[in-house]
């Protein structure tokens, strides 16, 4: 273990049981966040990425999912395994909004429409112990005017869709930081927000990071802004991590054929100007009943029938701290 | 907008609407063929007595029945808004005919549709959280079958039932010969040993609609981003399931409870006339059938009256319960 490992998940599955078959929508997910760091978590529409969030809020859809793993979270006194805990039990809940908090991408339909932000966020320090209405009410207040948002003695009152959603975002944000959690788990948290907006709520989290002293798990599949944001990046694929390491051996030095597939994808100022942007082809599969191969294989440029079709490469480090999941490199 | 000048604004569109539907109550109640006089010089006729023309006109003259028809609306029409509402065809007065029902009407409509809600909306809450589970299943099924059930017939087995049984007569809202007794505490009871089967009819019928109502919008709300957003902050799945969810999902139901207005007139007709109720339904029942225009213009002139109220007075409780749709319509 890392000794500034704050949350630890091993080995993490999710599954959903559907009438079609079984969903693993998470299917072996291992990784780090370090505190007072940045894990980005990075990966098309529909990998696990979002699940694994739930997941470790333990907020996935009860009645058919499944879950087994190790999600470790560190305290001085030793480490709690949130996979454990009963999610309806009065300890996950109290680690809920406490230690580990979250945003979503849709600030609008995240927040009630018929409750006023300040009930809302407000109520985040109530289920934690807060009793005393008129000091709830000050700090929030506070908060408000921290995350920017101008005149928030009148915006406290206002329902979500006064807001704009630049606005609504930084009240989310507001809303989960309030008890100080030891780690933010953003879920798209720009995705639904303009670019200068985007930059500003980024601006805001990185120094909200630095003030408060709390680790965050980005979730993204800009790489633009996990390029900005992560110290660690793991790149997510069809429920299994296929790539993992700092963010500048991601950046300089991918490794896997999907994240070098991504990386070519980006636009460079100036060197496209006339071409096509290199897509990766095909869509990802839904991981109903995967075999148990690399999920990557039936749209890698460098596949090898034969072996990549029939087993799950094993992760390789090629560098300190920088692993790999592809038979290239074994 | 302030609420005043936005009900001030909503009562005239009102005002508006209602000069038009009295317009055409009073045109189709005249539409079939032959008029009230016919009837009459033939129900005479019918008994031996000689009608000349001039008799015939006579009674059309009394009747105002021999001015033009926007003549004879314009009448009515003043009549009407002070308060006199004309004579029915048996001569008694019209006003005094609909007060007499109105508070039975009143106190059954009001009943069941407290009752209905009590039962319903639970259920509804219970079947959209317990989704696919036994009770779920057996809540449907009596649902449907509450809902399949044509309500007279349910009426009509349960008078024959309780009068096969316990010898009871549970026609009429009273014992014979209790209703003109004055009020006391025999003739309450009297009232509501009667009153419970109608309603238990009644709420059969309206009960299975609102449990699906509630279930469907409540399994709506319950699949939203903010139930996640309230659960990751820690709530417990009981505290935010009714602040939440069930808020959002009593919407449409705020919204209805405007309708019943209307409803408590015409709702549940046939019931009422198989249970032999003093409610307004069968009123304006054998009103209709007899041509009895005074009668019937006035009853469904009523019923729009309280239908246009009702749809406005819904519109404000959903505007006090919802704060989107207060802002949507800019009233503060």
Same mark, same amino acid.
């Given at each position: 273990m890392m000794p500034d490992a704050l949350l630890e998940v091993k080995d993490l599955h999710t599954y959903f049981e559907l009438e079609e078959g079984t969903l693993k929508a998470v299917n072996g997910v291992s990784f780090t966040i370090r505190k007072n760091r940045t894990l980005g978590i990075v990966g098309e529409s529909g990998c696990g990425k979002s699940v694994t969030a739930q997941s470790i809020m333990r907020i996935t859809p009860t009645k058919n999912s499944s879950m087994r793993g190790q999600i470790l979270l560190h305290h001085e006194s030793g480490a709690v395994d949130v996979a454990q805990l009963d999610e309806d039990g009065d300890e996950m809940r109290d680690l809920r909004g406490r230690d580990i908090a979250m945003i979503f991408q849709e600030p609008m339909t995240a927040f009630s429409p018929v409750h006023t932000v300040g009930n809302q966020i407000m109520e985040a320090l109530f289920v934690h112990g807060e009793r005393d209405k008129r000091a709830a009410r000050k700090r929030v207040i506070a908060l408000l005017d921290e995350v920017g948002i101008p005149a928030p003695e009148r915006r406290i009152d206002e329902y979500p869709f006064q807001l704009s959603g630049g606005m609504r975002q930084r009240s989310m944000i507001a809303m989960a930081i309030i008890l100080n959690p030891r780690l933010l788990i953003a879920?798209? #948290?720009?995705?639904?927000?303009?670019v200068t907006i985007q930059a500003q709520i980024l601006r805001l989290m990185k120094r909200l990071q630095r003030d408060n002293g709390m680790a965050i798990m980005f979730i993204t599949h800009d790489l633009g802004v996990i390029a900005n944001m992560a110290d660690d990046v793991a790149v997510m694929y069809l429920g299994k991590i296929v790539e993992y390491g700092a963010s500048r051996q991601i950046f300089n030095d991918p490794k896997h054929p999907y994240t070098k597939g991504l990386m070519r994808s980006i636009p460079k100022f100036g060197t496209t100007i006339g071409k096509h942007l290199a897509t990766i082809k095909g869509t990802v599969p839904v991981p109903l009943d995967p075999p148990d191969a690399c999920p990557f294989a039936n749209r890698c440029a460098e596949f090898i029938a034969g072996t990549c079709d029939v087993r799950m490469p094993a992760a390789v480090t090629?560098? #300190?701290?920088h692993s790999v999941n592809c038979v290239l490199y074994e | 907008m302030t609420f005043g000048k936005y009900l001030i604004q909503r009562l005239i569109y009102a005002f508006l609407v209602l000069i038009v539907i009295s317009f055409l109550i009073f045109m189709i109640v005249q539409l079939?063929?032959?008029?009230a006089v016919d009837r009459i010089v033939n129900a005479r006729q019918a008994q031996g007595d000689i009608i000349t023309e001039e008799d015939e006109a006579a009674l059309r003259a009394q009747y105002g029945l021999d001015k033009p028809i926007y003549v004879q609306y314009f009448i009515w029409a003043t009549q009407f808004v002070s308060g006199n509402m004309g004579h029915s065809m048996l001569g008694i007065p019209v006003n005094k005919l609909i007060s007499e029902r109105l508070a039975a009407t009143m106190l059954l409509s009001i009943i069941s549709l407290i009752v209905t809600y009590a039962l319903a909306v639970p259920i509804g809450i219970f079947s959209a959280t317990h989704q696919y589970s036994l009770g779920d299943y057996f809540w449907t099924f009596v649902g449907f079958i509450g809902l399949a059930t044509p309500n007279f017939l349910l009426a009509l087995i349960l008078l024959f039932l309780f009068h096969k049984f316990f010898g009871l007569s549970i026609g009429g809202l009273f014992s014979p010969g209790v209703e003109e007794q004055p009020w006391s505490l025999a003739k309450a009871l009297d009232l509501i040993n009667h009153l419970w089967i109608p309603i238990i009819v009644i709420v059969t019928a309206q009960t299975a609609g609102t449990i699906r109502t509630m279930r469907a919008t409540l399994l709506d709300e319950l699949g939203q981003q903010y139930v996640i957003t309230a659960r990751a902050k820690g709530l417990r799945y009981r505290q935010l399931l009714f602040k939440y969810p069930v808020r959002l999902a009593l919407n449409p139901i705020v919204n209805s409870v405007g309708y019943i207005l209307p409803r408590l007139i015409s709702g549940q007709t046939i019931v009422a006339i198989v249970m032999n109720l003093p409610t307004l339904g069968p009123l304006l029942f054998s009103a209709l059938l007899a041509e009895d225009v005074e009668l019937a213009t006035s009853i469904l002139m009523i019923q729009s009256i309280l239908a246009v109220i009702g749809v406005i007075l819904g519109d404000i409780m959903l505007s006090v319960y919802d704060p989107r749709i207060r802002m949507e319509k800019g009233v503060t």
């Open positions: 879920d798209e #948290p720009t995705t639904a927000l303009d090629v560098a #300190p701290g | 079939p063929r032959g008029d």
